[in-house]
């Protein structure tokens, strides 16, 4: 089993940046990922990361977002910057007990689940 805790969200306006953070109890697993959910809106892939640094980005967020993560610490970030209205919503850390499906960020694929922290972005 393992615990993933997020931290992070805050309220901020248009073009400015955050970052999000995702602690791993025990530890990280070898497929790390950041998921987002809007109101009314299915939960959606925002970015992934493998065990051998391999990322992977949702089209709308690539060249503003970025995935890394600390092995020492089992800490997951995600660095959003040039922050738009559209990216509001609940932000979930996932984790899979496998490497991460190259190219893909689908919910199916993942085991376990944080309780999510909340991004507002204002105009």
């Known amino acids: 089993q393992v615990h993933l805790v997020e931290s992070g969200g805050a309220s901020v306006k248009a073009g400015e940046s955050l970052r999000l953070s995702c602690a791993a109890s025990p530890w990280l697993l070898p497929c790390m990922g950041w998921f987002r959910q809007a109101p009314g809106k299915e939960r959606e892939g925002v970015a992934s990361i493998d065990s051998d640094l391999s990322t992977t980005y949702a089209d709308s967020v690539k060249g503003r977002f970025g995935i890394s993560k600390d092995g020492v610490k089992n800490t997951v970030f995600l660095e959003m910057n040039t922050l738009e209205f559209e990216d509001s919503a609940m932000y979930f850390c996932?984790?899979?007990?496998?490497?991460?499906?190259?190219?893909?960020?689908?919910?199916?694929?993942?085991?376990?689940w944080g309780n999510g922290t909340l991004v507002i972005i204002s105009s």
């Open positions: 996932a984790a899979r007990w496998t490497g991460c499906t190259v190219g893909s960020l689908r919910t199916d694929d993942m085991h376990f």
